[in-house]
């Protein structure tokens, strides 16, 4: 079965670092783009990056650049999301995504991260 | 950014009505606009994909049109599992797609 499986939720305290990760199942991981999605409490999707496994071809949204670093290791499959140093406001559910020519066609479950003192 | 604008944001239906949600542009997308549907606590699923296609397993209740600015989508009978949150999402502005800011759909 195709899926994409993301690590288990996170409670982090302010300025803690963090890394999630996303890992590819079923299919060629490497040859697929892989997006990153921001959900906050009660809110929209947003698309904070994406990355090639292929080759490690990463852009990220401009709000998000600096923010976050975007990974991949392609001989394990897995994708990543870190951050250095948490806000209160990185609160939010992240799901990746695989992306095809249109649209996110499957998704990680999601990880749910809290950052709270 | 192409911004995406989504009416209404919250609708009230009851089993077996018809509803329609738009989506506009804030540029031409030609056809490159897609649909997903998500229900709490889950991920996103796609329904519609290039403004009208149907994704495999999704149920013909639901359709798709439009082009350029302006796109609708569509449940012909809706079904109690079609309580969810819709978002549309452009596909034009590669690579970095936008969302629309959803529009939640409720028992009447």
């Known amino acids: 079965e195709v899926q994409l499986v993301q690590s288990g939720a996170e409670v982090k305290k302010p300025g803690e670092s963090l890394k999630i990760s996303c890992k590819g199942f079923?299919?060629?991981?490497?040859?697929?783009?892989i997006d990153w999605v921001r959900q906050m409490p009660g809110n929209g999707l947003e698309l904070m990056g994406i990355?090639?496994?292929?080759?490690?071809?990463?852009r990220y949204r401009p709000s998000f650049q600096g923010q976050v670093t975007i990974s991949a290791d392609k001989s394990i499959g897995t994708a990543y999301l870190q951050w250095s140093s948490l806000k209160a406001s990185d609160t939010a559910m992240y799901y990746c995504?695989?992306?095809?020519?249109?649209?996110?066609?499957?998704w990680g479950q999601g990880t749910m991260v809290i950052v709270s003192s | 950014d192409i911004q995406m604008t989504q009416s209404p944001s919250s609708l009230s239906a009851s089993v077996g009505d018809r509803v329609t949600i738009t989506c506009r542009a804030s540029?031409?997308?030609?056809?490159?606009l897609n649909w997903y549907q998500q229900k709490p606590g889950k991920a996103p699923k796609i329904l519609i994909y290039?403004?009208?296609s149907l994704e495999s397993g999704v149920p013909a209740r639901f359709s798709g049109s439009g082009s350029g600015t302006e796109f609708t989508l569509t449940i012909s009978s809706l079904q109690p599992e079609d309580f969810a949150t819709y978002y549309c999402?452009?596909?034009?502005?590669?690579?970095?797609?936008?969302f629309g800011q959803g529009t939640k759909v409720e028992i009447k």
């Open positions: 995504g695989r992306r095809r020519d249109n649209g996110f066609d499957i």
């Open positions: 079923g299919y060629s991981f490497s040859n697929y783009w």
């Open positions: 990355i090639y496994p292929g080759d490690s071809d990463t």
């Open positions: 540029q031409n997308i030609r056809t490159y």
């Open positions: 290039t403004a009208s």
């Open positions: 999402q452009q596909s034009y502005d590669i690579p970095l797609y936008t």
